[in-house]
Antibody, heavy 119, light 112 residues
Framework: QITLKESGPTLVKPTQTLTLTCTFS??????????VGWIRQPPGKALEWLAL???????RYSPSLKSRLTITKDTSKNQVVLTMTNMDPVDTATYYC???????????WGQGTLVTVSS | QSVLTQPPSVSGAPGQRVIISCTGS??????????VHWYQQLPGTAPKVLIY???NRPSGVPDRFSGSKSGTSASLAITGLQAEDEADYYC???????????FGGGTKLTVL
């Protein structure tokens, strides 16, 4: 059974750095072709892809947020970490992590974690 | 503004058929080999794969749901509408100009 779960702070202040952890089970991030990505969704708005890391440590970032994002993995712990710097209230959203294995499809998603940016 | 364009809302009575469009461009849906995927998001839950690779249904998804792709657009058709189909639906593909994965703006389906 494949599961992913996001964890991190629910509230951050403007200008702070957000660190989110995706802990997964049921697959390995050392298997060829596998990736784990982050997608966010502001309240009442659409999904937005943020970043993705592949089994071979290849990293991809959203062009509009690239300067603020860092994605890393710890294969031994089955974790992927996303950091986003200089948080702003517009970054308030539910942040999801999801597995990507083929066809650019995000086939398994975590339940999401709501992050509010407010002073 | 989303790179992939969807109607904000569609509606239909139980038993009817609705179609949700997803319009892209020559740098995403229109690229040969670039697949379109569809996700269903029930209220308060994470998105779930509904259609993958343009036309394929994961096991457990009723055959009332079908997908198609033509040129720079894709469509999701839902027949025999049921109350439980009320949800938000998103299309997704890859954009070669942006070098990133892109989602549509989402379509809210209301079952009247």
């Amino acid at each position: 059974q494949i599961t992913l779960k996001e964890s991190g702070p629910t509230l951050v202040k403007p200008t702070q750095t957000l660190t989110l952890t995706c802990t997964f089970s049921g697959f390995s991030l050392s298997t060829g072709g596998v990736g784990v990505g982050w997608i966010r969704q502001p309240p009442g708005k659409a999904l937005e892809w943020l970043a993705l890391i592949y089994w071979d440590d290849d990293k991809r970032y959203s062009p509009s947020l690239k300067s603020r994002l860092t994605i890393t993995k710890d294969t031994s712990k089955n974790q992927v970490v996303l950091t986003m710097t200089n948080m702003d209230p517009v970054d308030t959203a539910t942040y999801y992590c999801a597995r990507q294995q083929q066809l650019s499809l995000f086939d398994y998603w975590g339940q999401g974690t709501l992050v509010t940016v407010s002073s | 503004q989303s790179v992939l364009t969807q109607p904000p809302s569609v509606s239909g009575a139980p038993g009817q058929r609705v179609i949700i469009s997803c319009t892209g461009s020559s740098s995403n849906i229109g690229v040969p080999g670039y697949d379109v995927h569809w996700y269903q998001q029930l209220p308060g839950t994470a998105p779930k794969v509904l259609i993958y690779g343009n036309t394929n249904r994961p096991s457990g998804v009723p055959d009332r749901f079908s997908g198609s792709k033509s040129g720079t657009s894709a469509s999701l058709a839902i027949t025999g509408l049921q109350a439980e189909d009320e949800a938000d639906y998103y299309c997704q593909s890859y954009d070669s100009s942006l070098s990133c994965w892109v989602f549509g703006g989402g379509t809210k389906l209301t079952v009247l």
